[in-house]
């Protein structure tokens, strides 16, 4: 599936959340079966501090495309981590490069994504990005 | 006498909003305190019929500012009870004037070898300013650490203190677990050995009555905008002599006597430390704050505020797996809280689906974040607007965020 496809797909499932509970309820779901990152992953160079929550974070490059894995301390913050990463995972550096992340502010958790907010997100869509424009070098 | 909840209510527009659908409950009042009408339209007034630069121009409007922004002066000096008007110096916040006394203080009276005295109970803003200052002088910073209730240990004081101290700056109630503080205490052992006390009032302007005459503090800090006035405003209070030993810490406008390329002469207090165009707006809305919060009265204020605090400690101390940090004897109306395995920010984004504004983090106090061995906490203040239903919401919210994770 393309990243777009991605998108369009979670959409969809947030569009049938009734009320606010259903989606953090789902959210939470998601942060709690997300298996996170293995202890050898989460250093301090993995690391990115919020002041209000914590992000490790890895990415490498396997067959032509991007690998993802994140973890948090808050398990909301995991849940659009795993959003995130069902987005990203497995596509090309030149897709990530050059993909508009638009599902965020379509199903209402803008708010999280806001650079004034430190939870680790918006660095964490950073780094996903510049992932993709360093491994876009690499595979060339 | 007692508070008239529904009359006060009134006066404060922004608490009939409703945030996400939901009536708001502001419970971020140690962050920052809402606003009255009698401020904001005190400030409206001055900008649409007064406005005009101070203490500068000859013609009506400029004396009538003046005459605001003096007047407010007066205000804060009655209020705390200072022995003179000129020993009232207006700032942006209680930020800078900590870095005012820091800098100007530490330049005079700091040298290689000296010891300046904070607490581990400090906000950064009263730890940051004594650090830069202690390292561009070779001075050494030391702690005065608290106990697990959250009190300062104040028994270690007088040791702590040696011939080369010259200052303790400590706050009177801490920001993120409401100890209020034996300032009175504090202020007596430094004294007895000749050592300087600066208190930062930033967060018990609020709630207690203050007198730095009766304290004898050396300096007093506070901001406008935790004591329902304008941001950008603050208050320095230092001791007539003190102060005029004192080098000027900023140089520019107003501030001067004379100047020439050879030599300037600066002017006098509290002049001498009010560079530039002073924010004398926001100064007048100070002072209509504090009119206004006299007019409640300041310990009405308090005793009210202490029966939301009573009234929201046993009610949240009654959810499983809660544990307030900060149990000091004597507390202002600040909850610090965790719930077992749910993470303050998760706390912190679900109690705002549900209308509730509650501050989550570290609060500025690292430290004390690592006293406690913890990353942040969920901090729930109140002040005298707020009421017990709303601490019922508090607590009713609480109970869903905890059953929205137990069926994870």
Known sequence: ?140 | MTIDINKIRKDFPILEELIHGKPLVYFDNAATTQKPRQVVDKLVEYYYKYNSNIHRGVHYLSNKSTDGNENARVIVQNFINAKHSHEVIFTSGATESVNLVANSFGNRFISEGDEVIVSELEHHSNIVPWQLICERKKAVLKVLPFNDHGELMIEKLDELITDRTKIVAVNHISNSLGTINPIRKIIEIAHAKNVRVLIDAAQSIQHKKIDVQDLDVDFLVFSGHKIYGPNGIGVLYGKEDLLNEMPPWKGGGEMISEVTFEKTTYNELPYKFEAGTPNYIDAIGLGAAIEYVENVGIENIDSYEQELLKYATQKLLSIDGLRIYGTAAEKTSVISFLVEGIHFYDMGMLLDQMGIAVRTGTHCTEPVMQHFGIDGTVRASFSFYNTKEEIDSLYNGILKVCKMFAVK
């Open chain 1, 1 to 140: 599936m393309t990243i777009n496809e991605i998108q369009e797909d979670i959409i969809e499932e947030f569009a049938g959340f009734e009320d606010w509970m259903d989606k953090y309820a789902y959210l939470i779901e998601l942060g709690t079966d997300l298996s996170g990152l293995d202890e050898k992953y989460q250093t301090e160079s993995n690391l990115i501090k919020g002041c209000q929550s914590k992000v490790w974070f890895n990415a490498s490059l396997e067959n032509g495309v991007v690998k993802l894995e994140a973890d948090s301390d808050a398990i909301i913050v995991k849940g659009i981590a795993a959003l995130l990463i069902r987005v990203f995972n497995n596509q090309t550096p030149e897709d990530i490069m050059n993909a508009d992340l638009k599902f965020i502010d379509e199903i209402g958790l803008k708010q999280h994504l806001s650079p004034t907010r430190s939870n680790g997100l918006v660095s964490m869509v950073k780094q996903i990005k510049m992932y993709g424009i360093a491994f876009s070098h690499v595979s060339k």
